[in-house]
């Protein structure tokens, strides 16, 4: 099973062998679809809106109450290719009367490469994860993972799943980076075993589930 994450340069993916993990830095979505793992969780929007919110994003907003603004709404397809966040922005109220977020502009370029990497027979294996989710239903609502107590508290709620830890996250990925790799790779199992819970699942215009796994 694989965990994955973007990070600095790329995508920093957690390989879970039985209960031993290995780091992978990986450069780009198709090479992150040709680790042959059998089960890939990814922190990055699958499926994309043609003018309006996803069903599962706003119930994961819904559930993560007080953490809510850690699920950045996806992006309608038309914003995909827009050369600046002006253009972006434009595009997006032309179909669904509402500006692009920032958070989600600073990410939108992975999430073209992600979905211009994708498959029809991808989605059997591939799917997506928000890792505040996972930590809310390992551990409950957390505070935010770059204070301190955030970070050590995931780490717990992680360390209970895989007791025998994981090695020391290469650069430049960082230290929040490998812990939301770990938790998509715990959903990864989760899907892999038919225990996973998925919210939304409705199709996109091209046929993509629009969902999100825990």
Known sequence: MLGVDG???G????????????????????????????????????????????ACDVTARCRLGPRRTSVFPAPVRAVLGAGTYDEACRRS?????????????????????????????????????HPELVFA???????????????????????????????????????DDALDALACAWTARRWLTGDAEVLGGEPDERGVPMRIVL
Do not use: F
Request: hydrophobic share 45%; proline share 11%.
């Open 137 to 175: 239903r390992l551990a409950g609502i957390l505070p935010a993972k770059r204070e301190a107590a955030g970070r050590e508290l995931r780490e717990k709620a992680l360390r209970a799943w895989l007791p025998g830890g994981w090695p020391e996250p290469p650069r430049p990925a960082r230290a």
């Open 11 to 54: 995508w920093i993916g957690a390989l879970l062998t039985g209960s031993d993990i290995r780091w992978l830095l990986i450069p780009d979505a198709a090479a992150v679809l040709a680790v042959p793992a059998v089960a890939v969780g990814i922190d990055m929007p699958i499926g994309l809106p043609s003018n309006g919110p996803r």
């Open 7 to 9: 990070c600095p340069g």
């Open 93 to 129: 109220r032309a179909v669904s009367g509402r500006a692009l977020s920032k958070q989600t502009w600073y990410i939108t370029d992975r999430i073209a490469d992600l979905d211009a990497a994708l498959r029809p027979a991808d989605h059997e294996r591939v799917v997506e994860v």
